[in-house]
């Protein structure tokens, strides 16, 4: 699976134009959006999603300049997604109403068994603890290694291999921007961009197929608080709309961005 690994663009703060009345960075720069716009659209295109907590001053910009950064994702045939409650915004790919194929940016790939298996993790930690009044919530390494254990199944004899899968997958979703580091290195804050990435809709085929991928062994995720809620989305949904809509085809990252 690939991630937007970098939420932050790689460009220098000290690039704003001389003329406070000029939009222009460069001799011949004709674009017509302000140094601070350039830079919300930048990192929404590199990064999976941005958030209020993660990225206050790309979520600030966007949410006082919406309509024109919707409209520049839109001459990409791409539209702009935004969760206001749990502030949280995220491209995807712009379908044609009449059904013809548009032109994509967006690289299609699912994310892996273990990655999934920590973010259904993180997704019920995080409604738990807001379903406790945390404002925050927090999760140890290896609290999510311990979970994802649990999935394998009875026949499985590579265990070193296992674990290595696990932490790799811990360090994909880390990367991605849906952990949060703390002075701990191994402890973690869980990002709200956990929710749009994972709708509740798609917990229970999820945990079903996994549950019969393991040949009918541990008891995945038998005590999770949306398993009880229908489904009709693959295990390796990509992040779609907030709860309660279809997941979308495309996890939101630059095909380029996938050759790095």
Same mark, same amino acid.
């Given at each position: ?21 000029? !939009? ?6 004709? /674009? /017509? ?8 659209? !930048? ?17 600030? +910009?966007?949410?006082?300049? %919406? #309509? =024109?950064? #919707?409209?520049?994702? *839109?001459? &990409?045939?791409?539209? &702009? ?6 502030? =949280? ?5 712009? +379908? ?32 738990? /603890? ?6 925050? +919530?927090?999760?140890?390494? $290896?609290?999510?290694?311990?979970? +994802?254990?649990?999935? #394998? ?7 070193? @291999? ?5 932490? *790799? ?7 991605? @921007? ?13 990002? %709200? ?12 085929? &999820? ?6 991928? *393991? ?6 995720? @038998?005590? $999770?608080?949306?398993? $009880? ?22 996890? @939101? ?8």
């Amino acid at each position: 699976m690939t991630t937007d690994l970098d939420p932050t663009p790689d460009l220098a703060p000290d690039l704003a134009p001389d003329d406070a009345t000029s !939009v222009s960075l460069w001799e011949g720069d004709e /674009g /017509g959006l302000e140094h601070a716009q350039r830079l919300a659209l !930048v990192t929404l295109l590199k990064s999976r999603f941005i958030s209020a907590r993660t990225h206050p001053r790309d979520w600030t +910009v966007l949410v006082e300049h %919406e #309509r =024109v950064i #919707r409209s520049r994702l *839109n001459d &990409l045939f791409l539209e &702009l997604a935004i969760d206001r409650t749990r502030e =949280v915004a995220w491209k995807r790919q712009a +379908v044609s109403e009449a059904g013809a194929r548009l032109p994509t940016l967006l690289y299609d790939a699912a994310w892996s068994r273990e990655e999934t298996l920590v973010l259904v993790h993180l997704r019920d930690r995080l409604r738990a /603890g807001h379903a406790g009044g945390d404002a925050r +919530v927090y999760i140890d390494r $290896d609290d999510v290694l311990d979970h +994802v254990a649990t999935f #394998r199944p009875a026949h499985a004899t590579d265990e070193a @291999g296992d674990e290595k899968r696990a932490r *790799n997958a811990f360090t994909s979703v880390a990367k991605a @921007g849906l952990l949060i580091p703390t002075a701990s290195e191994d402890r973690f804050e869980i990002s %709200e961009a956990v929710e749009p990435l994972l709708p509740l809709e798609l917990l229970q085929q &999820l945990l079903e197929q996994l549950r019969e991928a *393991n040949g009918g062994g541990a008891d995945a995720g @038998g005590d $999770d608080q949306a398993t $009880d809620e229908p489904s009709d989305v693959r295990a390796d949904a990509q992040p779609g709309e907030p709860q309660g809509a279809p997941a979308e085809d495309t996890d @939101g990252m630059l095909i380029e961005e996938d050759a790095e």
